[in-house]
């Protein structure tokens, strides 16, 4: 058996650190190499990264403490009836891991993260908070209208900071870096939907959460060498059964989730884990007089499923399916925030979609700082196993 190659292991091992520093050194070393850079932190799912580049910014991903840290603070601030990422995030900023940062954007999931943007408020974090609200109407002259407005809103919040105005050829440099980091990482999910062994499902997701913490040059670079080391033959394929994982799009699994799922038999060949960096689906125009109009456009007709965004006439269902027979995959495994209202709502629909196509599936919930795996390990393994003798 041909062993990975040894750059391949440093990368990997760079990713880890990154991707898990919760002190975000990385990008505060970033921005004090020049006057005018500026951070704006943002929750999960998606904000449009370019804009926060085009402004000499560094879009930097909060995805919630997980098992990292102690929270006892963040109790105090909610009930015990929701997820468990706004307790997390909130530790984080009273306890000074959030300082240096300029700004910070909420997208708009549910009410948790709605809620939260009002705590950083009255803690005085930052020197802008914005409730990034998604339009849930795709006409272009309605949803699209109230999402340019908000767009710009975020611009000039950034622009009274450092005072970089946004010019278009700016702009339509920074739409092109991130097509690029869109091009590699579905050609990374390419490469482990036929090679799965060669990068593991942990490994992959520390590559992509390394991505949410530093400059989008960095993170190209390194996914550069990363989808060409992992194009080689090496490793061992395994009799796995091949999963796609959905509903984890916001907060984010413990690593010793995924690897229980992977132990139990099953290759990850696709997942909405980090669904922000995956959010636009193809190429944003890069090439206009209006970047800005075409980073509009994408966010309406290039949007991925998510229980984040009202979708009318593309049934999420119908496009699950189609996803797991894209990647090959034999079931789909279904695990979602425990108390997360969006993805649980939508699990019905997903799994009589699933029935009705003849995809198996199973379903758990996790929390970030969740210990015990030994259930989520049988449960799997038993659904790897059913499936290798009677599918």
Request: charged share 20%; glycine share 6%; hydrophobic share 40%.
């Amino acid at each position: 058996m041909t062993q990975a190659p040894p750059r391949l292991t440093t990368l990997l091992d760079e990713c880890k650190q990154l991707a898990f520093d919760l002190n975000f050194t990385y990008a505060k070393q970033w921005k004090s190499e020049s006057e005018n850079r500026i951070l704006v932190g943002y929750l999960p799912i998606y904000v449009p990264r370019e804009i926060i580049h085009a402004s000499n910014g560094l879009a930097v991903g909060i995805l919630g403490a997980g098992d990292r840290k102690q929270i006892i603070k963040g109790d105090a601030y909610y009930q015990s009836y929701i997820c468990h990422l706004p307790r997390g995030v909130i530790e984080m900023a009273l306890d000074d891991n959030l300082n240096n940062f300029d700004g910070f954007l909420f997208p708009s999931i549910c009410d948790c993260v709605r809620n939260l943007s009002g705590m950083f408020k009255l803690a005085k974090k930052g020197k802008f908070t914005r409730y990034f609200d998604y339009p849930q109407n795709f006409q272009k002259n309605i949803g699209g209208t109230f999402y340019r407005e908000l767009i710009e809103t975020i611009m000039n919040d950034m622009f009274k900071i450092n005072g970089v105005k946004i010019t278009n050829e700016a702009l339509n440099n920074s739409i092109a870096l991130y097509n690029r980091n869109r091009q590699l990482i579905e050609e990374m999910y390419a490469i482990r939907q036929e090679f799965p062994w060669r990068l593991s499902a942990v490994d992959a997701y520390h590559v992509m959460r390394a991505g949410m913490v530093v400059n989008v040059e960095k993170h190209n670079l390194m996914l550069e060498e990363i989808v060409q080391l992992i194009s080689h033959d090496f490793g061992e394929s395994l009799d796995n059964i091949r999963v796609v994982i959905s509903g984890s799009f916001c907060e984010q699994p413990p690593i010793g989730m995924i690897k229980s799922i992977e132990m139990a038999g099953c290759y990850i060949v696709d997942d909405d884990l980090m669904l922000g960096s995956r959010w636009i689906i193809g190429d944003i125009d890069a090439h206009t007089n209006d970047g800005l109009n075409s980073i509009v456009d994408a966010f309406l007709t290039q949007s991925a499923p998510s229980s984040a965004i009202y979708d009318v006439g593309n049934p999420k269902g119908a496009r699950l399916v189609t996803q797991v027979k894209m990647r090959n995959a034999d079931g789909v495994i279904f695990c979602a925030a425990s108390f997360c209202d969006p993805a649980l709502l939508d699990r019905p629909d997903l799994q009589k979609a699933c029935d009705n196509a003849g995809i198996a599936h199973i379903n758990f919930q996790f929390h970030e700082n969740t210990g015990q795996f030994k259930v989520i390990k049988e449960q799997a393994g038993t659904f790897s196993d059913s499936i290798k003798l009677w599918v």
